[in-house]
DNA sequence: ACCTACATATTGGCTACCAATACATAGCAC
DNA sequence: GTGCTATGTATTGGTAGCCAATATGTAGGT
């Protein structure tokens, strides 16, 4: 799965990805990808321009990291990517509930009419 | 919930609510609105253009009816949109997991590493 | 006369993805 | 010593698929 579907849960996918500790960019790539089971191939032209964006909505806090000659930039949870975190997972269990709801109403009964 | 976030889902919401039965546009997206408990507003900018392409593909076939003065294009599924419908289900399914199995690893779990 | 509900359709605009490209380090294979 | 792959960051241009707004018309209520 390219990550076109993934439109508008993307942020969630990011903060999600760093709840356990700060990541680099590229590993962040590679733990959505592991994490979904190889579903979910997030692009860089897509990822970088995402984490950049959070950082400057105050969401994410960066640094420079150096392994050997190389350079990472580091990205971490702020309290306020924490919390914002937490209002992605309300919003991705009210969406997944809506269009359930939807497409296989079997599955998510409403009160009968 | 706008449409917006519905974006690449919008074709298996229109053939579900079309599985029970044929549906004019209008009906269509109260429909889903009333299915989705109020939370999935579709707009006629959506909705027509959407149910146009649906039936060039041959998911849909189309035709008018009259009520008094009043004129409705009336849709109904066709073989290939209940093959399309199961696929769309499938699909929903899979990017589901995908995306809860990041963003809710504990209630989605892989198996240990 | 005006408003709301019902009903279809089109226009123009924007956002957030994509593919492609660029650049650099590092290690392995041949 | 050349090339391939993996690691790593970043930008560019393109486009799909939504949106809001607008247009048009019937029907019914106040």
Redesign the pocket.
Known sequence: M???P??????GLLLAALEDGPL????II?AVQQRSAGTLE?????V???L?RLERAGLLRSSWES????????YALTDAGRRALADERTAWREFTSAIGSVLDPARAPRPAT
Do not use: M
């Not at 680099?24 to 590993?27: E, F, I, L, V």
């Not at 392994?67 to 580091?74: F, L």
């Open positions: 390219r990550g076109d993934v439109r508008g849960h993307l942020d680099h960019g590229y590993a590679t997030l692009r860089t032209g897509t970088y321009p995402a950049n392994v050997g000659e190389r350079r990472r930039r580091c």
